[in-house]
């Protein structure tokens, strides 16, 4: 059964840098699938920020483009996201997801990790 | 971006009872769209793809239907462990979007 599991500081100052990682188990991070972030604001919907794939191409969210970095580590089975320069809209429920064989579909989730930003 | 719209919010029922739900998609997805469920303290867990297809370990009573720009879940006689959120997904469309889910509680 594929796992992921999120993992990061959960209190992040404003202006600064929120850093988390998403371990994969019962699946190779080399597989042909895309490896996802979302996150849920409280109170709000879901966001999609953004992929990347095992060669490493990755897509954005054009609304967070400008402040993400999705990167993946293969040795460790895990892949990682940076958004720079947080602010308090910022703070969310942030979850790693696996699009399995690239359709688009989000087959397996983290249960997710809060991440608030405050000084 | 492409909006979804999902409704109720929130719907209050009894187990045992049928119910429907809302996404509505502001432009056409074709039939691109996810279905999840999402539990407190547990992980989403994907329902529906392709709007009808029923994903590995969940039982008949979960149905998705539609296509272009409005889709039902249909969940056929409420049982006690069908208490959860859901949300809808379109990944038909860059950069993907999700529906504000619909809270299923026991009336």
């Known amino acids: 059964q594929v796992q992921l599991q999120e993992s990061g500081p959960g209190l992040v100052k404003p202006s600064g840098t929120l850093s988390l990682t998403c371990g994969v188990s019962g699946d190779s991070i080399n597989n042909s699938n895309w490896w996802t972030w979302v996150r849920q604001p409280p109170g709000k919907g879901l966001e999609w920020i953004g992929e990347?794939?095992?060669?490493?191409?990755?897509n954005y969210n054009p609304s967070l483009a400008s402040r993400v970095t999705i990167s993946i580590d293969r040795p460790k089975n895990q892949f990682s996201l940076r958004l720079s320069s947080v602010a308090a809209p910022d703070t969310a429920v942030y979850y790693c997801?696996?699009?399995?064989?690239?359709?688009?579909?989000?087959?397996?989730w983290g249960q997710g990790t809060l991440v608030t930003v405050s000084s | 971006e492409v909006v979804m719209t999902q409704s109720p919010s929130t719907l209050s029922v009894s187990p045992g009872e049928r119910v429907t739900l809302s996404c509505r998609a502001s432009?056409?997805?074709?039939?691109?769209l996810a279905w999840y469920q999402r539990k407190p303290g547990q992980a989403p867990r994907l329902l529906i793809y392709?709007?009808?297809t029923r994903a590995t370990g969940f039982p008949a009573r979960f149905s998705g239907s539609g296509s272009g720009t409005e889709f039902t879940l249909t969940i056929s006689s409420l049982q006690s462990e069908d208490f959860a959120i859901y949300f809808c997904?379109?990944?038909?469309?860059?950069?993907?979007?999700f529906g504000q889910g619909t809270n299923l509680d026991i009336k």
């Open positions: 997801a696996r699009n399995g064989g690239s359709y688009g579909r989000l087959d397996f």
């Open positions: 990347i794939y095992p060669s490493g191409s990755t």
């Open positions: 432009q056409s997805v074709r039939n691109n």
């Open positions: 997904h379109q990944y038909n469309n860059w950069p993907n979007t």
């Open positions: 392709d709007a009808s």
